[in-house]
T-cell receptor
Framework: GEDVEQSLFLSVREGDSSVINCTYTDSSSTYLYWYKQEPGAGLQLLTYIFSNMDMKQDQRLTVLLNKKDKHLSLRIADTQTGDSAIYFCAGTLEGYQKVTFGTGTKLQVIP | GAVVSQHPSRVICKSGTSVKIECRSLDFQATTMFWYRQFPKQSLMLMATSNEGSKATYEQGVEKDKFLINHASLTLSTLTVTSAHPEDSSFYIC?????????????FGQGTRLTVV
């Protein structure tokens, strides 16, 4: 099965960029996601990338995918205090709906 | 976009009682829904795959007699925590994907925080 790993904690200053990293094991993962979870809340899909893409940008968010190294990253430009949350990367296989989650990275934004 | 509604959002129950959590897909049909459990400061762990009209598929280590799943229609799956104990206290989240849609997004419910006292 798929294993997905992330660093547990990241602290940045408001206005700086944040980069959250993720590694996965299954090279046949087709879709890779980034979810945001605020305290006590469910998951909010931030963005996703197909495995045949290297990069995807959506406003302040940039996703980079290195398939060779099985490495996924999420960059948040101009990080705001409202970005403080836990960020999960996740992957799924084509036609297989189960989503496998990383351990989550807690992002702390210092004013 | 598609929405998954989960109810209740919070529940407190006494040890030994049962609690039912509902997961509804509001504007799409989902033959398959997924139930996750999240322990404090940990990731989401898949508990089971709920299949409409058939038995759920449980992940290794999940007690199927304790966590009863019923997927009675294409828009509703329920998770019942039977004879709840304090160690069952957790955050439970369901998800579903719109199989008819072109997108790949997995939609998640708002989650249910269960506290067993």
């Amino acid at each position: 099965g798929e294993d997905v790993e992330q660093s547990l904690f990241l602290s940045v200053r408001e206005g700086d960029s944040s980069v959250i990293n993720c590694t996965y094991t299954d090279s046949s993962s087709t879709y890779l996601y980034w979810y945001k979870q605020e305290p006590g809340a469910g998951l909010q899909l931030l963005t996703y990338i197909f495995s045949n893409m290297d990069m995807k940008q959506d406003q302040r968010l940039t996703v980079l995918l290195n398939k060779k190294d099985k490495h996924l990253s999420l960059r948040i430009a101009d990080t705001q205090t409202g970005d403080s949350a836990i960020y999960f990367c996740a992957g799924t296989l084509e036609g297989y709906q189960k989503v496998t989650f990383g351990t989550g990275t807690k992002l702390q934004v210092i004013p | 976009g598609a929405v998954v509604s989960q109810h209740p959002s919070r529940v407190i129950c006494k040890s030994g009682t049962s609690v039912k959590i509902e997961c509804r897909s509001l504007d799409f049909q989902a033959t398959t829904m997924f139930w996750y459990r999240q322990f404090p400061k940990q990731s989401l762990m898949l508990m089971a795959t709920s299949n409409e009209g058939s038995k759920a598929t449980y992940e290794q280590g999940v007690e199927k007699d304790k966590f009863l799943i019923n997927h009675a229609s294409l828009t509703l799956s329920t998770l019942t925590v039977t004879s709840a104990h304090p160690e069952d206290s957790s955050f439970y989240i369901c998800s579903a994907r719109d199989q008819q849609g072109a997108g790949t997004e997995a939609f998640f419910g708002q989650g249910t925080r269960l506290t067993v006292v």
